[in-house]
């Protein structure tokens, strides 16, 4: 494999450069200390999540299910989907507001439950990098790849993997 070949983006990052030009865009969030982008244009919505209905025997991830201008949305606890542990408060205290971004995948609508919402930051292609090999493998089948910054490394989610979660279909 050459030099090249090596340091090339991941093959949705090349696709999303080719839109874009020579950057990409990501919506910038925060789980913990971490900070994560989302490619832009998968992110349709930022929110408060209230009225968090639980959902009886789902998995860690899911916690629950809620209404957002009438259309019924999972919300994911990302920190729980990364493997963080999860916040003092906690998604069901109602005092608790909780900052959601909004993505869609096939046709179903998602609330990834993160910390904070940062800015949209539009990145060279030449910061890109592929995941790192020493990255853990969990992390890195949830992982697009990275950016580096001046002072921290954007880590790029990969939506679909994040929101790919191996539950059972209802019959």
């Known amino acids: 494999m050459s030099k090249h070949e090596a340091n090339a983006p991941a093959p949705g990052a090349a696709s999303a450069a080719a839109a874009f030009g020579e950057s990409l865009d990501y919506v910038t969030v925060t789980v913990g200390e971490q900070l994560l982008g989302l490619p832009i244009g998968r992110v349709h919505d930022v929110f408060i999540a209230n009225h968090i209905t639980t959902v009886p025997r789902a998995p860690s991830e899911i916690v629950g299910l809620l209404n957002l201008r009438g259309r019924v949305v999972t919300a994911i606890c990302l920190r729980r989907r990364l493997g963080h542990p999860v916040a003092a408060t906690t998604h ?13 995948l096939g046709g179903e609508a998602y609330a990834l439950i993160v910390d904070a919402v940062g800015e949209v930051m539009r ?3 030449s910061t890109f990098e592929p995941v790192p090999v020493h990255l853990d493998a969990s992390w890195a089948a949830l992982a ?3 950016h580096r910054l001046d002072e921290r490394l954007l880590v790029v989610l990969d939506v679909d993997a994040v929101l790919k979660l191996d539950l059972p279909v209802a019959a």
């Open 123 to 125: 990145l060279d292609q």
């Open 92 to 104: 069901s205290d109602e005092a608790c507001e909780l900052v959601a971004v909004g993505i869609d």
């Open 144 to 146: 697009a790849g990275v």
